[in-house]
């Protein structure tokens, strides 16, 4: 199973908007609406933030949000903070009842 | 409250075996499934497997099969990854974590993580 993929990094400037999108298959992303997204500073465990594509968990800002057309999944953070300077992941359920996570993106805050 | 506690770092040699442990509490441990994910150094998040807590059902990455096996122990409400023939390809962060919705990937809560050292 090959990873899903993401852009290495993404940047963006205080209270600017970013997307970071999350490419897969008909057997992972396409296939199901089971992608997550995780949130991690260095050093640290990931956190969710997204899943089911769009639910955030309690606790979550509403600054971040999820979706999905096809075969891809993706993830905005609006309002960007210097706290969100991080890397994501996304992660996704797959045909075979395995997970595949993505390459990873690194948002940095400009 | 939820809480994941993984056993101390390790440092193993080429060709051996570990065997980390993931203990949990705070919630009814059979209930839910533990996936196992890696991370070496630098690198991207690595699912490894998962098991469902309740009846032991595991299914692993085509990448680790039968050179990992995950198990647990309900009564101590604690799950293991025992990783064999290890290379220094091995050398990463462990992480347990738990699926809040059968085997979907909602991973909730996870553990501290345990950094394996393989080296000569």
């Known amino acids: 199973q090959s990873a899903l993929t993401q852009p290495a990094s993404v940047s963006g400037s205080p209270g600017q908007s970013i997307t970071i999108s999350c490419t897969g298959t008909?057997?992972?992303?396409?296939?199901?609406?089971?992608v997550s997204w995780y949130q991690q500073h260095p050093d640290k465990a990931p956190r969710l933030i997204i899943y089911?594509?769009?639910n955030r968990p309690s606790g979550v800002s509403n600054r971040f949000s999820g979706s999905k057309s096809g075969n891809t999944a993706s993830l905005t953070i609006s309002g960007l903070q210097a706290e969100d300077e991080a890397d994501y992941y996304c992660s996704s359920y797959t045909s075979t009842s395995t997970q595949v996570f993505g390459t990873g993106a690194k948002v940095t805050v400009l | 409250q939820v809480q994941i506690v993984q056993s101390g770092a390790e440092v193993k040699k080429p060709g051996a075996s570990v065997k980390i442990s993931c203990k949990a509490s705070g919630y009814t441990f059979s209930l839910y499934a533990i996936h196992w994910v890696r991370q070496a150094p630098g690198q991207r998040l690595e699912w490894m497997g998962w098991?469902?807590?309740?009846?032991?059902?595991?299914k692993y990455s085509q990448k680790f099969q039968g050179r990992v096996t995950i198990a647990r122990d309900t009564s101590a409400s604690t799950a293991y990854m025992e990783l064999n023939s290890l290379t220094s390809e091995d050398t990463a962060v462990y992480y347990c974590?738990?699926?809040?919705?059968?085997?979907?990937?909602?991973?909730?809560?996870w553990g501290q993580g345990t950094l394996l050292t393989v080296s000569s």
């Open positions: 974590a738990r699926d809040q919705k059968g085997i979907r990937g909602y991973f909730d809560y």
């Open positions: 089911d594509v769009s």
């Open positions: 098991i469902t807590s309740g009846n032991g059902n595991t």
């Open positions: 008909s057997s992972d992303v396409g296939g199901f609406n089971f």
